[in-house]
Every structure is written in structure tokens, then in C-alpha cells.
């Protein structure tokens, strides 16, 4: 029943920017960069229940094939790989724990460059990799 005044001012900016962005009103401020479009994600989902570790965090890029965790067996030690698909950003991640089988463990964000991206009228999506931090890998 209280107001959290930083999430206030986080909405209102963001209301702003994106009337600014629809050429309402004049752009005030810091230019913000243009976001990152996902045109699709996929889940990626345990195979098995036990103990997962995750080893890529929320955010990084990661290739198909690389290994991005593991769920181990308390009972057999058995250790089961989670391998990323394809190539996208991991935009959600679970927190290291006891697992079932099928608890969606990483949800990877894919840019497919045969969709044209918009943010908007009039913006033009730039490349995400002119964006992506020196540990971070573009395509």
C-alpha cells in the first residue's frame, strides 16, 4: 500500500521516452540506445531432476552446442549437460536448485535476420553487437 518512488520514476521516464519515440514530444535528457528485438526464444528445459548449476548468467550471448550448466543426481552423481540449441541471449535463467524434470532452466532470445526489427516509427534497429560488452560475443 506504498508508493516505491524509484519504480515511479523508472515509468514515467520510460512513458517518455516512448512518446518521444512516436515524435509527441521532444527527446529530453540522456539518449537512451535502441533496445535489443527478440523476434523468437526458445525454453530450454531439464531432462532430469537433481541439483542444477547453471553456468551462464542472465544476459551473456551463447552459441548452439555450448554448455551452459548441469543438473546433477544426489542419489548417482550422474551429471547431465544443458547445451544451448542455437545461438541467442539468455533473457531469463533460473536460480541454482533442486530441479524436476522439465523445469525450464534457461529462455534464450533469438534475432532472426530475415524479420526486419523495428522499435518504432521512423527508428532503425542497429546491430546488437555494436552494444555487447567485451566478455559478451556477437554473431
Known amino acids: 500500500m506504498r508508493f516505491d518512488e524509484a519504480s515511479v520514476q523508472t515509468g514515467v521516464r520510460g512513458v517518455l521516452r516512448l512518446m518521444s519515440s512516436m515524435q509527441m514530444r521532444p527527446l529530453e535528457g540522456d539518449v ?3 533496445s535489443e528485438v ?7 528445459r531439464s531432462d532430469s531432476g537433481g541439483i542444477f548449476l547453471g553456468a551462464v548468467q542472465l544476459g551473456a550471448w551463447v552459441d548452439a552446442g555450448e554448455v551452459l550448466g548441469a543438473v546433477t543426481s544426489p542419489f ?12 541467442g541471449r539468455v533473457i531469463g535463467r533460473a536460480v541454482d536448485q533442486v530441479v524436476t524434470p522439465g523445469y525450464a532452466l534457461y529462455h ?7 524479420v526486419p526489427a523495428t522499435n518504432g516509427p521512423e527508428m532503425e ?5 555494436d552494444r555487447l560488452e567485451s566478455d559478451e560475443r556477437p554473431e
Not at 534497429?125 to 553487437?129: A, H, L, M
Open 32 to 34: 537512451v540506445p535502441a
Open 125 to 129: 534497429v542497429d546491430d546488437p553487437s
Open 38 to 44: 527478440f523476434r523468437g526464444s526458445h525454453w530450454i
Open 76 to 87: 548417482t552423481n550422474e551429471r547431465r549437460e544443458i547445451v544451448a540449441r542455437m545461438r
Open 108 to 114: 534464450i532470445g533469438t534475432i532472426k535476420p530475415d
